[in-house]
Nanobody, 122 residues
């Protein structure tokens, strides 16, 4: 079992930045790929990006590529999502997830955090 807790969400103006953190506890964090997803009201959960267990590979949705960066610190059991140049359409609840693979679809992940709200004002 892996427990995930996101933090760092909040209200920011368009063009601003936020850094989300996802702290993991429980089973060995190092062996898990990590993903970030988001869900806006009335919409399906959307893939944001993912990072391999080693941190050596990252990939992103086209909508955030060049603006968002995922990193991880396995010594701290934490994964990060740095979000720059935020837009109102980035407003959503952001979730981190852990899985044996690091795919772009929710079914690839076994464990989920509770989510953190990000609101970008225009």
């Amino acid at each position: 079992q892996v427990q995930l807790v996101e933090s760092g969400g909040g209200l920011v103006q368009a063009g601003g930045s936020l850094r989300l953190s996802c702290a993991a506890s429980g089973r060995t964090f190092r062996g898990y790929g990590m993903g970030w997803f988001r869900q806006a009201p009335g919409k399906e959960r959307e893939f944001v990006g993912a990072i391999s267990w080693s941190g050596g590979s990252t990939y992103y949705a086209d909508s955030v590529k060049g603006r968002f960066t995922i990193s991880r610190d396995n010594a701290k059991n934490t994964v990060y999502l740095q979000m720059n140049s935020l837009k109102p359409e980035d407003t959503a609840v952001y979730y981190c997830a852990a899985g044996r693979s690091s795919g772009s679809y929710p079914a690839a992940y076994d464990y989920w955090g509770q989510g953190t709200q990000v609101t970008v004002s225009s």
